[in-house]
């Protein structure tokens, strides 16, 4: 019977960071590999120039998609991020793509202000108390909505697309959240390549840059938590503009300060 569950498949997927247009190229991905495959990558970045990206693959690219479909091992995929939703919170009464111009009918980043009885939306502020947006499937898990800035006519640009009628939570984290969040993303991965810990043969991270920041600030290092949760493995990790993965509940998408996870075993799926 665990046989039945593996997906001979991965897709790791690298998208330009700076073209916003994410969503759309999952929703191409998508339509032509259906959505039974794991899928797994990161937005490219240019170490914070926010000028041009590249994109790697047989040749040298920007402005572009890389879609690279590997199988032989057995693989899974995990994401998390390190945030818990507090209890405030606003609908989305007017969006578009990846701007907000209204919460609960009101100028979005009026309310917001409110929220966070903050009198500016700094890059700080915003990166720090990033929007939660709870899945509907019955994990009811969090992804991460991340505010971009504030714009002159009230409105807020975000770094993934919204849809009216959303509830918006305000997230935060700790030390500790954002730890034992990192290990169950790990896990995630491990248990969908229905392997044991011992089987993990490498790992490859594609990070957020602002989670990067974060771990920066709690003095958290993921390699350490790796080691602790599954020995000394090879891991390679980037820091990205986004990250493509998969949800427990099985949502695939474009998500904001996450890390999506591959886990690669050391056996076949012959094996």
């Known amino acids: 019977m665990k046989n039945l569950n593996i997906n001979p498949f991965v897709s790791i997927t690298l998208i330009d960071g700076l073209s916003g247009l994410e969503e759309p190229a999952m929703r191409g991905i998508l339509s032509v590999l259906g959505r039974n495959i794991r899928i797994v990558g990161g937005s490219t970045g240019d ?124 997230m935060e984290t700790d030390r500790e959240t954002a730890i034992e969040s990192f290990k169950k993303a790990i896990m995630m991965a491990i248990n969908d390549a229905n392997i044991e810990k011992e089987d993990v043969g490498a790992i490859v991270i594609f990070n957020c840059i602002l989670r990067h920041f974060l771990k920066e600030k709690l003095k958290i290092n993921d390699v350490d938590i790796i080691k602790e949760v599954v020995g000394d493995v090879p891991v390679i990790g980037f820091n990205t503009y986004g990250e493509q993965g998969s949800t427990r509940g099985g949502a695939i998408g474009h998500y904001n300060q996450t890390s999506t996870i591959l886990v690669i075993s050391k056996k076949a799926i012959s094996q």
């Open 47 to 170: 170490d914070l120039k926010f000028n041009m990206t590249y994109q790697y693959a047989d040749g040298v690219y920007n402005n572009a998609v890389i879609n690279t479909i590997v199988a032989g091992l057995k693989m899974g995929t995990g994401m998390g991020h390190p945030y818990k939703p507090t209890d405030k919170g606003a609908v989305v009464t007017k969006a578009k793509d990846r701007t907000i111009y209204e919460l609960n009918n009101r100028p979005a980043a009026e309310v917001l202000k409110e929220l966070l009885d903050v009198d500016s939306l700094t890059p700080e502020i915003l990166s720090e108390n990033p929007f939660g947006l709870r899945s509907s499937d019955i994990y009811g898990d969090y992804i991460i909505k991340s505010a971009m800035r504030e714009n002159p006519d009230g409105s807020i640009s975000l770094y993934s697309e919204i849809y009216e009628g959303s509830y918006l939570s305000i």
